[in-house]
């Protein structure tokens, strides 16, 4: 039966410090957060995991708090908790617009940007803001934290650097000066997995602008070659260009790689000529 959960194993930690040495001597275990994935691949038969560790009941991990210019956003911080956060909707406001698109309320209110990031599909629709807000992801395991910056943390295809006995406990974002862009294309407002996906950084002043794509590549990219041909003040045509050869889409069931390369460009267009509405 697909969905079956007999014969799987549970440990509820109480405290961080027990997750994470039950992590490391009782493992290999896979952390649950709000299982909105987890629960699909159990449904789907895909999850093959027999020990778990429920991460539900460590409030600590769902702290939002600031330390000079950095914002932290613990790891269990759902999509409503950032939604309804004045300091989240304040300094990062492109994290507020992705949340507000994830599923509905439902999986806004179980959803963790934890699991979003561990999870790693190039879909996510947080993704693109945390790497064009150059974040810090903060993992830890019994032998101390460490911090890896975003760009690092992808090694493939859902693939990521996190090692079987960490765990993420929070993202941290620098200040971000200028203006913030998000904009998630799907079929429809709610509930779909996006086709494309950008969020941008717009400095002003002539700086160059951090522009993330997700869904045209197996990780959510960031575009340096867009991100310079704008910067050193080409026209937008031939940025538009340049990120043509930045990105490499696929073909799937949710698009066609043609149409997601025409809807990147086109989203390319609508940050750049947004510049005026700051
Ligand atoms: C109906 C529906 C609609 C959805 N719509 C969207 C959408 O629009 N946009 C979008 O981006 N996503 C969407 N999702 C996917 C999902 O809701 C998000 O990816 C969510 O953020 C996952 O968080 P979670 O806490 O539920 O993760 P879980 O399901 O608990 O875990 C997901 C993965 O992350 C790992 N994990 C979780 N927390 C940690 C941690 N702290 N440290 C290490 N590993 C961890 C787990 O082991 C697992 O591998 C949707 C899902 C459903 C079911």
């Known amino acids: 039966m697909p969905g079956s959960v007999a014969n799987r194993r549970l440990l509820a930690p109480r405290t961080l410090r027990d ?31 027999t020990a778990f560790l429920n991460l539900w009941q460590l409030d600590t991990l769902r702290a939002i708090t600031t330390r000079g210019p950095v914002l932290s956003i613990g790891a269990l911080c759902t999509y409503t908790d950032l939604i309804s956060s004045r300091i989240v909707r304040s300094r990062v406001p492109m994290l507020v617009a992705a949340a507000k698109e994830v599923g509905g309320p439902q999986i806004q209110n179980r959803g963790t940007i934890g699991g979003n990031i561990a999870n790693g599909s190039p879909a996510g629709d947080t993704l693109p803001v945390l790497a064009a807000a150059d974040a810090v992801v903060v993992a830890a395991s019994v032998q101390g ?69 997700g869904s045209v ?62």
Do not use: H
Not at 43 to 49: C, E, F, I, S
Not at 224 to 250: D, H, K, M, Y
């Open 19 to 49: 997750a994470l040495r039950m992590l490391d001597a009782e493992g290999p275990l896979t952390p649950m957060a709000g299982c909105t994935d987890l629960y699909v691949a159990l449904n789907a038969g895909a999850l093959k995991d």
């Open 145 to 213: 934290q460490r911090r890896v910056p975003f760009a690092e943390f992808y090694t493939g295809y859902r693939r990521t650097s996190l090692r079987r006995d960490e765990l993420i406990v929070a993202v941290e974002l620098p200040a971000i000066a200028g203006r913030q862009w998000f904009r998630k294309v799907g079929t429809r407002a709610a509930q779909a997995i996006s086709k494309v996906v950008m969020a941008g950084v717009d400095p002003g002043r002539g700086q160059a602008p951090r522009i993330a794509l």
């Open 217 to 278: 590549a197996p990780t959510v990219v960031r575009l340096p070659g867009t991100e310079a041909a704008l910067g050193s003040g080409a026209a937008l045509t031939e940025a538009q260009r340049v990120l043509l050869e930045e990105i490499v889409p696929v073909d799937d069931l949710r698009s066609t790689a043609e149409y997601r390369r025409r809807v990147a460009a086109n989203l390319l267009a609508s940050f750049w000529n947004d510049r005026g509405r700051r």
